[in-house]
């Protein structure tokens, strides 16, 4: 079984920054590309930012040049360094990954995380 777990989740100011990680654990080979995405309350989880196996990433047009989307395929963790956070950026936000190959030739897709809170204060 694989499992992805999300943090670094937080109250912050409107303007503040907040780095948010997504860990993924068990017997990995190796992983597609990975996103983050995320849901405010009423309305429909959407994508923020996804990342390829090989690093090229992509935005949402709401966050393009305040966020940025990383990963270490060494460490199975994808990253998300949020800044110039505005209040509508709160959300609960969910780490994805498309594929995942584990040991013994297990494949899991469409794997996510429970999520973590955001909660930007104007």
């Known amino acids: 079984q694989v499992q992805l777990v999300e943090s670094g989740g937080g109250l912050v100011q409107a303007g503040g920054s907040l780095r948010l990680s997504c860990a993924a654990s068990?017997?990995?080979?190796?992983?597609?590309?990975m996103g983050w995405y995320r849901q405010a309350p009423g309305k429909q989880r959407e994508l923020v930012a996804r990342i390829t196996s090989d690093g090229r990433p992509n935005y949402a047009d709401s966050v393009k040049g305040r966020f940025t989307i990383s990963r270490d395929n060494g460490k199975n963790t994808v990253y998300l360094q949020m800044s110039s956070l505005k209040p509508e950026d709160t959300a609960v936000y969910y780490c994805?990954?498309?594929?995942?190959?584990?040991?013994?030739?297990?494949?899991?897709?469409?794997?996510w995380g429970q999520g973590t809170l955001v909660t930007v204060s104007s």
């Open positions: 068990g017997m990995i080979l190796s992983i597609n590309a």
């Open positions: 994805n990954a498309d594929q995942i190959t584990a040991t013994l030739n297990r494949r899991y897709f469409g794997v």
